[in-house]
Structure formats: C-alpha cells, structure tokens
C-alpha cells in the first residue's frame, strides 16, 4: 500500500486548496485504497471545514507561524527550525512512499533537503505570470529543480517554470448528484464566488452593474464570501455609496456552492489575475456560464470563449455591460453557453483528474 504526506498549513478556513486537499485525500484513501496523512502546522484546535474520510490521518505540528511577515523573519526562524526538525522525525519514523507540499507553506523551500526515499511533489496554485526575475527567484527555481514533480494547473503556467519537472494537473470538480435546475427557469440572478480580497477588482464589478442594472432593475447580483476584512468593508460602503444595496446581495460564505450556484444564470469574474479558478468548473457542472476578463491565466485555459462562457478583453468595462445586456435581451444565448458548461464540466470530473494522479505521479 503507498503511503502518502499532505503538508498544509490547516484545514479550518474556507478555500480552494483547503477543498482540494480534503477531496484527494478522501479519494486517494476511499478509492485508491492508499494510506493517506495530511500535516498541518496550524489547526488551532479547530474543526474541519471541510469533511474527510475516517481513513485519512491527521496531525497537527502546532507551529503556529506569526503570519503577516516572512517566514525567514527572526521571530518565524525558531518556528521554521522546528518545523524541519520535526518533519524530518516523522519522515525518519514513517517512511512516506510519496510527500505533496499542498499550499504555499515555509517546508515548500526545506523539504528537498531532508533525506528521504519519497517522491516529492509541490503543487502550484498560483500563477507565475508576474513574478520577478531576481535574486530570490532564481534562488527559488533553484529548490524547485529538486522536487521530482512540479504539478501545475495549465500548459500555460507550466511555460513559466525554469525547470523541466512539471506535470500538468488541471483542479477537479465533483459533478453535482442533485438535478441540475433548468437554465432559464432560474430568476435573473448573476454571482460572483469569491474571497474578498483587492486581487478580485470587485470595484470594478460594482461599477459595471451600476450600469447594467439602470437597464435590467429585474437582475439581482450576489456575492458569496466571508463577510469580513478591510476589502469587504471597503466594497459594502462602496456599494452603499451607489445606492445598490437592493441590486448587489452579500450572502456571506456558505459550505453548498453548488446548491446556491443551481439557482443563477450567470457567474461573474473581474480578477486581475487568476491561476485556475475552481469556481468556474463548479458553476459549469451546474450549468452556469461565466462572464470573465480574460485575466492572466487561469479563465482562458478553462473557458472556450462564446461556447460555454465569454472572455472579455480584459478590463474593458464597456465590452463587458455590452455583453451582459446581450444576454439579459437574448436569453437563449444563456441557454446555449449553459449546454457548452456542462459538456466542459465534464473534462474535470473528479475521477478523470485523480487518474492523472495516479497516472503520471503514483504510477510512475
């Protein structure tokens, strides 16, 4: 039986990779069959939030970095020495087949120097689109070279790695088991799923359904995401500011995005930048079309533009008001790009990607 390592930093807050690593670790272990231990460094004590299965172990480290400032920052270096320590010892004591740094954690730039047996795996889900070249990249694509996998979410984001060790695995999404509600007996709702964070431009969102909301008073667009941060706070007041609190809902974050997504007929994305975004494939499998800028580099690499989704030029407001009173005028078209959504959704069904997995990581 393999024996696979998680490391993660927790898994008590909502989020993409949070999600990710619950859904492997429950296949990897429930299907697979392989022995799975996720390795947290800090839980706080607090509950999953997402579930996972009772075959998947869990321990948490308690390193609890002083977030806000680097990891190689005096007060983290003690932290960061006994974060190696005690990894190195359950490596040493476990003896893993395989270890898969999840997130963007401190053991990313140690973990190629612990001596071991394993494969190790890091998995990137940003983009490298802007980064730097200096010093400290070229130091950092220095440690990367060492894994024996880079697994990246696009064949775009792989051209941006220095070393030849990528494997291209795209996000998963599992297919809904509930009906699929009909794209146009849905109330004329857009959404937008998201953290509230300035990399999403959300300002600029309000300001576009300013203007197609003097159009179409009938539409409604609702925000899910926690509802806290200065961000937040900033994009409430802006849209108290413009009077659209009866057109723009905050719904607060919820654990059912696929539920609340069988209830829209669009979803929308204003990103400045996007790695491979989850929530499109899980508004496809529901049968909703996404309206997005044609962002760096994930909406492109997920969307064929006018078949299950529009790309629009990116930041062009103008295009993108035209686009949503298209739609709002010409229903059928939502009908037609929500056919191509569940068709696309289906490329990454949760099966097809854990293959890969399996495929070109565990098989190999």
Same mark, same amino acid.
């Given at each position: 039986?393999?024996?696979?390592?998680?490391?993660?930093?927790?898994?008590?807050?909502?989020?993409?990779?949070?999600?990710?690593?619950?859904?492997?670790? #429950?296949?990897?272990?429930?299907?697979?069959?392989?022995?799975?231990?996720?390795?947290?460094?800090?839980?706080? @004590?607090?509950?999953?939030?997402?579930?996972?299965?009772?075959?998947?172990?869990?321990?948490? $480290? #308690?390193?609890?970095?002083?977030?806000?400032?680097?990891?190689?920052?005096?007060?983290?270096?003690?932290?960061?020495?006994?974060?190696?320590?005690?990894?190195? /010892?359950?490596?040493?004591?476990?003896?893993?087949?395989?270890?898969?740094?999840?997130?963007?954690?401190?053991?990313?730039?140690?973990?190629?120097?612990? /001596?071991?047996?394993?494969?190790?795996?890091?998995?990137?889900?940003?983009? /490298?689109?802007?980064?730097?070249?200096?010093?400290?990249?070229?130091?950092? @694509?220095?440690?990367?070279?060492?894994?024996?996998?880079?697994?990246?979410?696009?064949?775009?984001?792989?051209?941006?790695?220095?070393?030849?060790?990528?494997?291209?695995?795209?996000?998963?999404?599992?297919?809904?088991?509930?009906?699929?509600?009909?794209? $146009?007996?849905?109330? #004329?709702?857009?959404?937008?799923?998201?953290?509230?964070?300035?990399?999403?431009?959300?300002?600029?969102?309000?300001?576009?359904?300013?203007?197609?909301?003097?159009?179409?008073?009938?539409?409604?667009?609702?925000?899910?995401?926690?509802?806290?941060?200065?961000?937040?706070?900033?994009?409430?007041?802006?849209?108290?500011?413009? @009077?659209?609190? #009866?057109?723009?809902?905050?719904?607060?974050?919820?654990?059912?995005?696929?539920?609340?997504?069988?209830?829209?007929?669009?979803?929308?994305?204003?990103?400045?930048?996007?790695?491979?975004?989850?929530?499109?494939?899980?508004?496809?499998?529901?049968?909703?079309?996404?309206?997005?800028?044609?962002?760096?580099?994930?909406?492109?690499?997920?969307?064929?533009?006018?078949?299950?989704?529009?790309?629009?030029?990116?930041?062009?407001?103008?295009?993108?008001?035209?686009?949503?009173?298209?739609?709002?005028?010409?229903?059928?078209?939502?009908?037609?790009?929500?056919?191509?959504?569940?068709? @696309?959704?289906?490329?990454?069904? $949760?099966?097809?990607?854990?293959?890969?997995?399996?495929?070109?990581?565990?098989?190999?």
């Amino acid at each position: 039986m393999k024996k696979i390592f998680i490391l993660i930093d927790q898994l008590h807050s909502h989020g993409g990779i949070e999600k990710l690593v619950a859904e492997k670790a #429950n296949y990897w272990s429930d299907v697979f069959e392989y022995e799975v231990k996720i390795i947290s460094t800090e839980q706080e @004590n607090q509950p999953f939030v997402y579930e996972l299965s009772d075959k998947v172990k869990f321990q948490d $480290l #308690n390193i609890n970095f002083h977030r806000g400032i680097s990891f190689f920052h005096p007060k983290n270096l003690g932290k960061l020495f006994g974060n190696f320590l005690q990894i190195k /010892k359950i490596i040493k004591a476990e003896k893993p087949d395989f270890i898969v740094v999840a997130s963007h954690i401190p053991m990313t730039y140690l973990l190629p120097f612990i /001596k071991t047996n394993a494969k190790i795996i890091k998995e990137f889900h940003y983009s /490298k689109f802007n980064q730097p070249q200096n010093y400290k990249e070229n130091l950092f @694509n220095s440690i990367e070279g060492k894994y024996d996998c880079l697994a990246v979410l696009s064949q775009e984001e792989a051209g941006f790695y220095k070393t030849k060790n990528t494997v291209v695995i795209p996000n998963p999404v599992k297919i809904p088991d509930f009906r699929i509600n009909k794209i $146009l007996e849905r109330e #004329n709702i857009a959404a937008a799923v998201l953290r509230f964070a300035p990399v999403k431009q959300l300002e600029k969102m309000v300001s576009i359904w300013e203007r197609f909301s003097k159009k179409n008073p009938d539409w409604k667009l609702h925000f899910y995401g926690a509802k806290e941060g200065d961000y937040y706070e900033r994009i409430q007041k802006l849209v108290e500011e413009k @009077n659209l609190r #009866n057109s723009i809902i905050f719904k607060g974050k919820t654990n059912d995005v696929a539920s609340e997504l069988n209830d829209v007929k669009l979803l929308l994305m204003t990103s400045e930048q996007e790695c491979f975004p989850m929530v499109i494939l899980e508004a496809n499998s529901c049968g909703v079309p996404v309206i997005s800028y044609n962002s760096p580099t994930g909406p492109r690499n997920i969307i064929h533009h006018n078949e299950d989704g529009v790309l629009v030029d990116y930041n062009n407001e103008d295009r993108f008001v035209e686009i949503l009173e298209d739609l709002a005028l010409n229903q059928e078209k939502i009908q037609f790009l929500s056919d191509g959504t569940l068709q @696309n959704s289906k490329n990454y069904e $949760l099966q097809k990607v854990m293959n890969l997995w399996k495929n070109l990581i565990f098989d190999k």
